[in-house]
């Protein structure tokens, strides 16, 4: 059983960083890693992906030019650099692991695993 453990969450003022991070159990079970947000009253969106061999990012447009994931295979660990964060940016923030397989890596469906979520508050 894949396990995922969020860390690094917090409050923020508006403009400041924080970085997640993501510890998966079973890297080799998995083949990518993606992180999501739900904020209250909203459906969880799509935040970034990436491969654990290497390739392209993905992030959602929203967030495309302040937030940056990254891995580290030694480590199985995943990050999420956020930068210039907002109000907005509040949410639980989510890691999942994918198995494999097609399908688009911005759809929560093609992941099998999730963490618990870690909390970020962003303040104004």
């Known amino acids: 059983q894949v396990q995922l453990v969020e860390s690094g969450g917090g409050l923020v003022r508006a403009g400041g960083s924080l970085r997640l991070s993501c510890v998966v159990s079973?890297?080799?079970?998995?083949?990518?890693m993606g992180w999501f947000r739900q904020a209250p009253g909203k459906e969880r969106e799509f935040v970034a992906a990436?491969?654990?061999?290497?390739?392209?990012?993905f992030s959602a447009d929203s967030v495309k030019a302040r937030f940056t994931i990254s891995r580290d295979n030694a480590k199985n660990m995943v990050y999420l650099q956020m930068n210039s964060l907002k109000p907005e940016d509040t949410a639980i923030y989510y890691c999942?692991?994918?198995?494999?397989?097609?399908?688009?890596?911005?759809?929560?469906?093609?992941?099998?695993?999730w963490g618990q979520g870690t909390q970020v508050t962003v303040s104004s």
């Open positions: 079973e890297r080799s079970r998995t083949d990518a």
């Open positions: 999942a692991s994918r198995r494999g397989g097609g399908g688009r890596m911005s759809d929560s469906a093609v992941y099998d695993h």
């Open positions: 990436i491969y654990w061999s290497g390739g392209p990012l």
